[in-house]
């Protein structure tokens, strides 16, 4: 027999049940491992609460009320120069940035451009800069609609529409060099939009 996944050998233990090789794996092992563990029941017998790091980059979603309530418990609103309360805020504002930008189109641009304005965009500048280069270049026909939406946030906050102009030169050299010729054009062919709506 050969080792491939089809033709696994299964072992059978005490207990009559078989187990494949991959369950005795010492990766699944280590996969259980690193699982977070369950804390001991406490005094009044409650159920035991798994510890979980509120706003870990790449964790599981947590919905928006057990994320209110994980930190609740942990009184991170009340220290709010902790690490891990600048790293939700930072959580926060990065899905906020990415959800307004995802859903502009046409139609919602007046909607969308107080929803921004009211975020906090010089600290997210270069979220911002990021989520938007991003969006157009998966979707250039909308680039007419994210230039108006660049060039009304450059009228309250130049610093953003700077940043992204340099790194929408970046990106052109970058992609030239590389001979990307689709990247090329879309980064053109946004500045040229950039320049319309000045």
Known sequence: MSNSPRHRRRH???????ESSYERSPDRRRDAAS??????????GNAPTV???PGAPGGRYIPPAKLRLLMAEANLSLDKASKEYQRVEW???????N?????????NIKTIIPELIHLNLIRGRGLFCRAIMRAQAFSPTFTPVYAALVAVINTKLP?????????LV??????FRRD???????????????????
């Open 12 to 18: 059978y233990s005490r207990h009559g049940r078989s």
């Open 35 to 44: 699982q977070p563990h369950r804390g001991a029941d406490d005094v009044n």
């Open 51 to 53: 510890l979980i790091k």
């Open 91 to 97: 959580d926060k504002l990065k899905k906020a940035l």
């Open 99 to 107: 959800g307004n930008i995802n859903k502009l189109n046409i139609s």
């Open 159 to 167: 610093l953003v529409g700077e940043l992204l102009v340099t790194r």
């Open 170 to 175: 970046v990106q052109f050299r970058k992609a």
């Open 180 to 198: 990307q010729k689709a990247l090329c054009l879309a980064t053109t062919s946004f500045l040229a939009q950039l320049t319309n709506q000045r």
